[in-house]
């Protein structure tokens, strides 16, 4: 098959090619995984929106981007499986995912993924992982970082509570932001061993069916931020606790709804106590494990006047006690924008004083 190239801009003799791989029924590459075996490093594969059934690659290039295009294209693993692991394993670094769905992950271990990442470094933005045993699995690398943004996680986990929507191991950093995750299947929404952590304005909820373990699950030592985020534990929930966390945590402006009958908002464990909950707005039955934490700010009340709680919109009504009783919020923070329902966001706009909560009014 001949490689489709697209010559940038050349503005000087020595600039460099880059080639567009086509995918798709009426494309030079019928499947991604096709595409796989012939890119080069920088090259951009554009895959063409319809169904991908029983398809599964191996990405070894480096600084590849890899986009849908007319649409979504739906990879469903119906059975396959890059070297027993995942849909796509991902080894060259710098990769770049848009605009996918992927779906069906399932191997002998139980722990299918839709994308394993073993290179350094992912930007995943705009995708759908779902009914997968992991949404997006990682491996431990220092020098890696992880951002997913604009994205959904839906119904991920085996089951057994060790796989989850999304597993980030011990990267460097991991950023999540503007994306949907909800119905793990007993595993986390999130679960990250990430140094650094940034969560920050998402939709993290089991909602009315949801069966997950922790919302947040952050095990191991280091630093977190989790800003803006709506986050809510449903009536089934296999764990107690919403909110786990290992690290120096700066909880911030959050809006968490616990629908259990009773439960944990935030637990705490190892020897961190540089730990800040700030502005946090707690609503439901629930206790907090966060000895040694700075509380200030924060409200918990049985019913936040919320738009519609039932509904799962957690938007402030004039009514609402949480708005202008917010302390003042340290710039690194970042308090900047909202999560806008589905996966995405808008600016937040508080009065003269800081509301409490995900949402200003």
């Avoid at 399932?106 to 779902?130: K, M, P, Q, S, W």
Wanted: include cysteine; charge should be negative; glycine fraction near 10%.
């Amino acid at each position: 098959m001949n490689r489709t190239l697209l010559l940038l801009a050349s503005l000087v003799a020595e600039s460099a090619y880059s080639a567009v791989l086509l995918v798709g029924p009426n494309m030079p590459y019928e499947l991604p995984s096709e595409a796989a075996m012939v890119a080069e490093d920088g090259d951009i594969v554009e895959i063409e929106a319809t169904v991908y059934a029983g398809d599964a690659a191996v990405w070894t290039q480096n600084d590849l981007v890899i986009r849908g295009v007319g649409g979504r294209p739906h990879i469903r693993a119906d059975g396959a499986a890059a070297e027993g692991k995942a849909i796509w394993v991902i080894k060259g670094d710098n990769t770049v995912i848009e605009n996918i769905e992927m779906s069906g992950a399932t191997v002998a271990d139980a722990n299918g993924a839709g994308i394993r990442l073993e290179g350094t470094n992912l930007t995943v933005r705009g995708c759908y992982f779902h009914d997968n045993e992991n949404g997006i699995l990682t491996g431990p690398n220092p020098d890696s970082e992880v951002l997913i943004e604009y994205s959904e996680f839906a119904n991920n986990g085996y089951g057994d509570g060790y796989s989850h929507n999304m597993y980030i191991g011990r990267v460097a950093k991991f950023t999540l932001q503007f994306s949907y995750v909800h119905h793990a299947r007993i595993g986390h929404q999130v679960k990250s061993r990430a140094v650094k952590n940034e969560i920050r304005f998402n939709r993290l909820m089991d909602e009315r069916s949801g069966t997950s373990s922790y919302i947040i699950d952050l095990p191991d030592p280091g630093e977190a931020f989790v800003v803006g985020n709506e986050m809510q534990q449903g009536p089934d929930a296999d764990n107690w606790a919403m909110v786990h966390s290992a690290q120096d945590l700066q909880l911030v402006n959050n809006t968490l709804v616990n629908d259990r009958s009773s439960g944990v908002f935030v637990t705490l464990s190892g020897p961190s106590r540089s730990s800040v909950l700030q502005n946090n707005l707690f609503i439901g039955t629930g206790r907090f494990e966060a000895e040694g934490a700075e509380m200030r700010g924060n409200l918990v009340i049985d019913d936040g006047k919320l738009a519609d709680r039932r509904g799962f919109d957690y938007r402030l009504t004039a009514a609402s006690p949480a708005i202008d009783t917010g302390t003042p919020v340290d710039p690194t923070a970042q308090l900047l924008w909202e999560y806008e329902h589905v996966a995405s966001r808008k600016e937040r706009e508080d009065g003269g004083q800081v509301d409490v909560g995900a949402h200003s009014y």
